[in-house]
């Protein structure tokens, strides 16, 4: 294979191949700055704490991690700001969880998304989106699309993003009619028993949206020094491992023209 062709498709492997669901430019979500999450739970609170680990997070060093122990316990980390948000706008919706080995229950973290499905400015339609349960294993972080995923749709049914705007091409993102609500939540646990011997984390939060912008979330157990630099994210790594491969190809071409031309005049 010629250089420049080895250079085309180790280039297009470095971009496709960026660890999924995360944005150049990660937040740190910290006990100390929240960065706009709500964060609080719904009937009894469950055992929760910002955490190292476990294992190697998808970003940073650490993760926020649940623990349910009792029937009706629930814990809801949730944002506002998408109030009114066309769907057609929304471009990115994922996020990484991890389930502990010794979790006796591997259900998973949910994601809500509530909608006015018709446009016409009052709340009618919930979204949910649960990780397929034949994919998800224990002792290792996942990675999950929900923007591709298929839903439960609260009206009854399933589908995916894609098919429910074919179907309701005016739903726009609205919780309850009112905008401070949290439109998008992610939860662990339940108003049952359902989730009773849950141990498990969530990280790597994205949500891109036209008009808003594209965001990754950090749990962390400690914010980062004041001015201190992002921890780079594998997008940044293999960006830097990109320009780093093109530069020596660029000196591999310049070596040979430089033969090249030194032949001729011999």
């Given amino acids: 294979m010629c250089l420049r062709r080895f250079v085309f498709v180790l280039s ?13 430019q990660p937040v740190v979500v910290s006990p100390s700055d929240l960065a706009d999450w ?32 009792v029937a009706a316990s629930k814990i809801i980390l949730g944002r ?33 998304l509530y909608l006015d499905a018709d446009g016409d400015g009052a709340y009618e339609t919930r979204l949910d989106y649960v990780p397929p349960p034949a994919q998800v294993m224990q ?6 699309d929900a923007f591709a995923g298929v839903w439960l749709v609260s009206t009854g049914g399933s589908s995916t993003l894609a098919d429910f705007l074919t179907a309701n091409p005016n739903a726009r993102i609205n919780a309850f009619d009112n905008p401070l609500a949290l439109a998008l939540r992610w939860n662990m646990g339940d108003t049952a028993a359902s989730y009773v011997g849950f141990v498990g984390n969530l990280d790597g ?61 011999a």
């Fill in 12 to 24: 297009i492997c470095l971009v496709l191949g960026l660890a999924p669901g995360l944005s150049a």
């Fill in 139 to 144: 002792g290792g972080w996942q990675f999950w």
């Fill in 80 to 112: 506002n700001g998408y109030h009114d948000l066309p769907l057609t706008d929304l471009t990115a919706l994922s996020y990484w969880t991890y389930i502990d080995p010794t979790a006796t229950n591997v259900n998973n973290w949910y994601l809500n």
């Fill in 205 to 265: 939060v994205r949500i891109a949206a036209n008009g808003v912008g594209d965001t990754t979330w950090d749990f962390e157990r400690v914010a980062p020094p004041s001015g201190a630099p992002e921890i780079p994210t594998l997008s940044s790594l293999a960006l830097a491992l990109l320009v780093l491969v093109l530069g020596l190809a660029g000196l591999v071409g310049l070596r040979r023209r430089t033969h090249r031309g030194a032949g001729r005049s």
């Fill in 38 to 69: 709500l964060i609080g739970p719904f009937g009894t609170a469950p055992a929760v704490d910002f955490v190292d680990g476990p294992a190697t997070p998808p970003l940073g060093a650490g993760s926020y991690e649940t623990e349910i122990q």
